[in-house]
């Protein structure tokens, strides 16, 4: 059959680009290899959160006596924690299923692989092949765990993010190398269910592309939990040979030996690009990255790229935009292009973290003589009743002209919060737009006004 529409790949990219083009009247398929969804709604995303809602209830249950609730010792079931992670996943999964079918997008299950600008060959399963024509063809085949040779994922005892999130027993130790938004936030979850974990960071601070005071605020609440943290670290070798592992880690004080039932390699993300047909078509290509232009068309007519295969952020909304931009575009629409400076990123650890646009560092580097206001939660009333005063809000003007140019959250619910400041930015808001939009209280998301008025030396509750 041919299609308008072929998509490769079901994940938080693909699938809305293949329900969008189906809402504009295309005919679309969509192939996967694994499971609808994607790495994002069953190994990435959506399960992890689940994991770190069972982290968050445990942590309460512990200190309910802080909130004047009597809970003798409690305890945790370490599988029923895993079991409960995968039920919402399969959920979410099946969610997307039903999306398929409402829309009437075919489901093509197997191992796509590009024959022509026009065609994809599916492996499925059983080895069986078939050939799909399309119009268009949309490559949306996502990233996975990146691998480092002295590290190599043997998924028994150096694992990578999936094998984290379904260990059938609870490691009593583990080492997790690179401390970005996967390391950090499976650091909290092991450590709240009682792991001892120790985080090996590269870089001078954790978390290394946020905003240097979010970075030292996260170092300081991850030593207050309990957590181990060396930056400026490497890992130089790893010995399995043991009942666990024995991580060789070369510090400015020289080298140490660590020792643990488990290593996290969680050092980022590489694009799946290999052996689908990219060479063959002639398809270009840079530092792993499948190269697009605005609207997402890769060199070859008809033939587009979104997601973390191509060169913008590795993040599940960009890859859902950056697909409804394609769906858009082979439509015959005009979407807008995505603003990437805009782009809100959020770490699920507790506490949290979510920023936008400029940290101060790159604020400054970029020119801007600046305005900067912190609101620390300590001050809320909404923080100080939930029992959650860690953190801050920290915003970055532009001094000439009040150009909103950064939003750097940490603390509770911060991952919902930081909306108001991406849609802020988009309509070029500025500092005294943010301070006369009445925010309500008791609220956390008052910390936002309350950072702005910081800038201008015009703050009330602090």
Not at 149 to 164: E, L
Not at 346 to 363: H, L
Not at 418 to 425: F, K, Q, T, Y
């Amino acid at each position: 059959m041919a299609y308008d529409l072929i998509v490769l790949g079901s994940g938080p990219g693909g699938y809305p680009a293949a329900i969008r083009a189906s809402q504009l009247g295309k005919k679309v398929a969509i192939i996967e290899k694994e499971s609808l969804g994607g790495v994002c709604l069953n190994w990435g995303c959506i399960p992890t959160k689940a994991l770190l809602k069972s982290a968050q209830v445990f942590e309460y249950a512990k200190h309910a006596a802080d909130y004047g609730i009597n809970i003798s010792n409690p305890t945790h079931d370490f599988g029923g924690v895993v079991k409960r992670s995968r039920g919402v996943a399969d959920k979410m999964s099946k969610g997307v299923q039903f999306l398929m079918k409402k829309n009437k997008i075919d489901v093509i299950m197997g191992y796509g692989k590009l024959i022509a600008s026009n065609k994809i060959e599916v492996t499925a399963a059983d080895n069986t092949k078939q050939v799909v024509e399309a119009k268009n063809i949309v490559i949306a085949t996502g990233g996975r765990a990146r691998q480092l040779p002295t590290m190599p994922i043997d998924d028994v005892k150096i694992i990578g993010y999936r094998k984290a999130m379904v260990l059938a027993d609870q490691p009593k130790t583990m080492i997790i190398c690179g401390s970005g938004a996967i390391g950090s936030e499976f650091a909290h979850f092991y450590n709240c269910m009682g792991t001892k974990v120790t985080i090996v960071e590269f870089m001078p601070r954790i978390v290394p592309v946020e905003d240097e005071d979010i970075s030292k605020e996260l170092e300081k609440q991850f030593k207050k939990q309990g957590i181990t943290i060396m930056t400026n670290s490497e890992v130089l070798k790893v010995d399995t040979s043991g009942t666990g592992v024995k991580a060789t880690v070369k510090t400015a004080a020289g080298e140490q030996i660590l020792e643990a039932d488990i290593l996290l390699s969680a050092v980022g993300v590489v694009a799946n690009i290999e052996n689908i047909g990219l060479e063959e078509l002639g398809i270009k290509t840079e530092k792993g990255k499948i190269i697009v232009d605005a609207n997402q068309q890769t060199n070859v007519p008809g033939v587009y790229a979104i997601g973390d295969c191509t060169p913008g952020q590795a993040l599940a909304h960009v890859a859902a935009k950056e697909g409804i931009n394609a769906a858009e575009h082979l439509s015959g629409h005009k979407p807008e292009p995505i603003d990437y400076n805009n782009i809100p990123g959020c770490t699920y650890c507790s506490p949290e973290i979510a920023s936008v646009g400029y940290t101060e560092k790159a604020a400054k580097d970029a020119g801007y003589e600046i305005k900067v206001g912190k609101f620390p939660f300590m001050a809320s009333g909404k923080a100080s009743a939930a029992g959650a005063t860690e953190g801050f809000v920290k915003v970055i003007y532009d001094a000439k002209y009040g150009e909103f140019l950064g939003c750097h959250m940490i603390g509770m619910n911060v991952t919902e919060m930081i909306a108001e400041a991406v849609v802020a930015r988009k309509l070029e808001t500025t500092a005294h737009e943010i301070l006369n939009a009445v925010h309500p209280h008791p609220t956390m998301s008052e910390g936002l006004k309350e950072a702005t008025a910081a800038a201008y030396g015009e703050a009330i509750d602090i």
